[in-house]
């Protein structure tokens, strides 16, 4: 006896290894077999022994198909129920199920015996069928089936008790033999109406044979002999045939057209008819207007593509290379303009431009240069309405969060007004962030547009509860991004020996030297961290430690630097303690070093907000509502919501900007808008070849490899393949084109989504309304 238990403890084994096992014992000779199934599919076949030996099968738990493919010599007895398919394609096995059967036992089989102790689903005995040089299939049931039994019967002979079904009116279920060709099916009880091709007849001298050698067999598998006398009433019984083809052509049937059959004979008002109006026009297999399946809709610029999806200031890529495609550099210099002030300083310097890592190319070859290219719009100039909204809105915090808003603000007409504590305005861009990382020409050029478009430059402005309650009674709104300053450690025994990571870097790039140690450490290796190590050895550090509690998550460039630096990177690294020595972790690891920076992070200074029980915190940070309020006109951004990334910042600025001039402007305005991104399984990439490295073109010569996802680039691969020419490319002027449809032409094939490379072809299920007529009067 060859025993397989599935389930050891929490592991379950496959079906292929179950399969597997089972096939290899077979090829060995063995022939019993014990399964403690788990669900496992397939078992019990195609299987055939080397010496034309009987396998033997005893199953639990049995999964779908239990028996599919079961050739002769194959027996199987599976304890208590089992689920859908069992003996599929059955060629000659014997297959017992001591409990119920689910849906579509039997289908498809062709030789052997099944058994069913129970119930059999819906579609049992659908498509049955007998190949003349085998004996036929049997299927038979204890109890009663699902609707659509015997479904497509052509050939066996199915057998269906129908003990224990007093309850039901039909122990065939409804419909039966639908499509019934061949066969015959035997049942004892009541069944609904059958088909009008289908005979159902008393049983003769021979059926009563059939039944009465068989019945005892069939009992005596499932552990029902003492049934014998109550299913061998033969008067009960009845049988359901097909009409032979002879039968079919001697009946005396009225001829009829179709829409007479479907109207008086078939569904009286039509199948629908009590939730609809049947026309009972035949249409079609292929249909244009109305009557279409689907329609193709032209949906440019619908969806985001994914490098727009994936930055937080959502700036859209795929249109800055449209532009370039049609040679208007000057609109795809000034386009990024629209949602960033800092497309140098932020996009191609120190954004980890997530942009790159969606871009859809990088699944062909490399992304898209998308962040360098934001050096080219550098020295671009924005124009600025000159129409003005006379609404003054004060901006706290010269940072990259409070200077997006205050960029976009200008654009829409109003005053805007930043105030900022340091010296000069720029946030973090110019007080952390390493010159050797971003030029400080490059930043103050960015400032320099930011101002020439009206925004006023407050520097040296420290706000406090006084000064705030003034700003707010003096604007008609204030955006509060104040950023995060005050550096977060954690209460190690040693702590008041840290250096402060910000304050460090605040320190050189205000030129003032800070004082370094020859062997630092720095806790964090996020790209702060990195910042910090850099500003180490440029201040004259000879070794830098970074340890972290998890993996590092700086950009690899930043560590790839800091390592040929000298730098070393240990992590995971549990600090406890911290001495003039060096840092000890909770296992007792000790690094040597006589300074200690830390730098994982900061949290808001907020002591100059109002104390309202209205501002809801999360610890250190701000909790706005949907439209990025705190208080009635008060508007937050950045950091003071939550850590982020520079890009992360400028996305939050520009939301707060848009909710803060509906507010003065006194306008209802939807959710901020966020597009959808654009499913990667209406793309074409296949349309695109590989470049290889070294052929990469510039960052502007990009444009033939941009895929231009979910924007039109206006290949013209859809007019050319329309097989109906039913799409029309349709020029406005002025470089906006449109392509369409005609419904009179469209078949809804599907061709124009299937070969659109940028997935702006969307084929939709056809929701037009059929108009319907009723006695005279039109419903829709």
């Not at 669900?39 to 019990?44: A, K, L, P, S």
């Not at 000298?566 to 840092?583: A, R």
């Not at 200690?596 to 808001?604: L, T």
Request: proline share 5%; with cysteine; hydrophobic share 35%.
């Amino acid at each position: 006896m060859f025993k397989i238990d599935t389930l050891k403890g929490h592991d379950r084994m496959s079906t292929q290894d179950l399969l597997l096992a089972v096939g290899s014992a077979v090829a060995n000779g063995e022939t019993d077999f014990e399964i403690a199934a788990s669900g496992q599919h397939d078992i019990g076949g195609p299987l055939w022994h080397p010496e034309g030996k009987t396998l033997h099968f005893h199953v639990t738990n049995a999964g779908q198909r239990l028996g599919s493919m079961c050739l002769n010599n194959t027996e199987i007895i599976a304890d208590g129920s089992v689920s859908a398919d069992v003996g599929w394609l059955n060629a000659g096995g014997k297959i017992v199920v001591k409990g119920d059967a689910g849906d579509t036992a039997g289908h498809c089989s062709s030789g052997g015996k099944i058994y069913i102790g129970g119930r059999g689903g819906t579609r049992t005995g659908s498509l049955m069928k007998h190949d003349p040089l085998y004996e036929e299939p049997q299927l038979w049931i204890l109890k009663n089936v699902g609707s659509f039994a015997f479904e497509f019967m052509g050939g066996g002979r199915a057998v269906v008790c129908g003990f224990d079904s007093e309850e039901f009116d039909s122990v065939l279920g409804e419909r039966p033999c639908v499509g019934m060709v061949g066969g015959t099916v035997y049942f004892r009880g009541h069944s609904h109406d059958h088909p009008a091709d289908i005979l159902l007849e008393e049983l003769d001298k021979d059926d009563i044979a059939f039944l009465a050698e068989g019945m005892d067999k069939f009992l005596e598998s499932i552990g029902k002999e003492n049934l014998h006398n109550d299913l061998s009433d033969w008067s009960q019984w009845h049988k359901l045939r097909p009409l032979t083809f002879d039968e079919k052509q001697n009946a005396d049937t009225k001829h009829t057209d179709m829409r007479s059959f479907r109207l008086n004979e078939w569904i009286k008002g039509g199948m629908f008819s009590d939730v609809a109006v049947d026309d009972f026009a035949v249409k079609n297999l292929v249909e244009k207007g109305l009557y279409r399946q689907h329609i193709p809709v032209w949906n440019n610029a619908k969806y985001a593509a994914p490098c727009e999806f994936a930055c937080p200031a959502h700036i859209p890529t795929q249109l800055r290379y449209k532009l370039l495609r049609t040679e208007k550099q000057e609109e795809a210099t000034k386009l990024i303009l629209e949602y960033t002030p800092f497309p140098g300083s932020v996009c191609a310097s120190v954004c980890p431009n997530p942009c790159m890592d969606a871009c859809t190319r990088a699944k062909i070859d490399q992304s898209v240069q998308i962040g360098p290219l934001g050096f080219q719009s550098v020295y671009a100039k924005l124009d600025i309405t000159s129409k003005k909204t006379g609404k003054k809105i004060a901006v706290i915090g010269g940072g990259v969060a409070g200077l997006g808003a205050a960029w976009q603000l200008i654009q829409r007409g109003h005053d805007v007004t930043v105030y900022d504590e340091d010296d000069h305005i720029g946030g973090k861009l110019e007080q952390v962030i390493p010159r050797a990382r971003l030029p400080h020409e490059l930043l103050q050029a960015e400032l320099k547009r930011i101002e020439d478009a009206g925004v006023k430059f407050v520097p040296k402005f420290k706000v406090d509860a006084e000064k705030f309650t003034a700003i707010r009674q003096n604007n008609d709104a204030v955006v509060l991004a104040t950023g995060g300053h005050k550096s977060r450690f954690f209460p190690w025994e040693g702590a008041e020996k840290l250096t402060m990571g910000l304050t460090f870097l605040k320190a050189i790039n205000r030129g003032e030297h800070p004082y370094v140690g020859k062997n630092v450490i720095v806790i964090g290796c996020g790209n702060s961290g990195m910042d910090t190590a850099r500003g180490a050895y440029d201040m004259g550090a000879e070794k830098v430690t970074c340890i972290d509690v998890q993996k590092p998550a700086a950009f690899q460039n930043e560590i790839d630097h800091i390592e040929q630096m000298g730098g070393e990177l240990i992590w995971p690294f549990m600090t406890s303690k911290i001495t003039d020595e060096g840092i000890y972790d909770n296992a007792g690891k000790f690094i040597a070093g006589d300074m200690v920076i830390v730098s994982i992070g900061e949290a808001p200074i907020l002591d100059y907000l109002p104390q309202d029980d209205k501002i809801k915190k999360f610890r250190d940070w701000l909790v706005p509502g949907k439209d990025n309020t705190i208080l009635d006109g008060i508007f937050v951004a950045g950091d003071v919501i939550k850590p982020g990334r520079l890009v992360d910042a400028i996305g939050s600025g520009n939301k707060a900007a848009y909710y803060a001039d509906a507010y003065v402007m006194r306008k209802d305005v939807p959710a901020f808008p966020e597009k959808r991104e654009v499913p990667a399984d209406m793309l074409g990439k296949e349309y695109f070849a590989k470049y290889h490295h070294e052929d990469l073109p510039e960052p502007l010569g990009d444009v033939d490899r941009c895929v231009s996802c979910g924007t039109c680039r206006d290949c013209r691969t859809c007019l050319d393949s329309c097989p109906e020419k039913a799409i029309d490319r349709i020029d406005h002027g002025m470089g906006i084109i449109e392509y369409r449809s005609d419904p009179d032409k469209c078949i809804g094939c599907g061709i124009c989504s299937g070969v659109c490379p940028c997935g702006i072809w969307e084929l939709n299920d056809n929701p037009e309304p059929i108009k319907m007529y009723r006695t005279g009067s039109k419903a829709e």
